[in-house]
């Protein structure tokens, strides 16, 4: 889905994933090189306006996700992807390490057949390559409603780095983007 824009203004286009935690991957994000802003939410779910204590019950559905908004003459959408391949496990169906439940699956949430496609090819490019031991579980779905996470999940890892589980599991998220990935760095 892109937005419009004025001729003083680039075309940003957007990118909606799942995949456990969303303080990881809002932490990976921010730091990319192409990415202008990430927002925590929740996205794939059945009860309007959630909130994080209703999500983490694993009643409402949703997922805990990122709305990524990125520029796509700096980035592209493939490579946001490949990102997210090698920062979470796809592999275990409703998990990401001790966090267990539907609301941690990973998940791609795809705006537009061209996003869909990149999705699948992605997915069948870290399959070949034999990345992972296990198959890839990671859904594939239309983005459906968009819902903000509260204000005090938006940038979480940058303001609680040495929170416990910042420490323990997000650090080292970062830690591997940033070692695997120091090309895509923002300067």
Known sequence: MKQAASPAQKEFSIATVAGGCFWCL??????M??????ESGYIGGHVDY???????????????????????????????LEVFFVIHDPTTLNR????VGTQYRSAVFFHGLEQKQTAEEVIAGVTKEKLYANPIVTEITPAGTWYVAEPYHQE????????GYCAAVVGPKV?????????????
Do not use: W
């Open 96 to 99: 990401q390490g001790h966090d």
């Open 175 to 187: 830690v591997k983007f940033r070692k695997q990935f120091a090309s895509k760095l923002k300067a």
């Open 50 to 80: 959630p909130t994080y204590e209703a999500v983490c019950s694993g009643r409402t559905g949703h997922a805990e996700a990122v709305r990524i908004t990125f520029d796509p003459t700096i980035v592209s959408y493939r490579e946001l």
């Open 26 to 31: 809002e932490a990976v994000y921010d730091q």
């Open 33 to 38: 090189r192409g990415v202008v802003a990430v």
């Open 156 to 163: 979480y890892f940058s303001r609680n780095p040495f929170q």
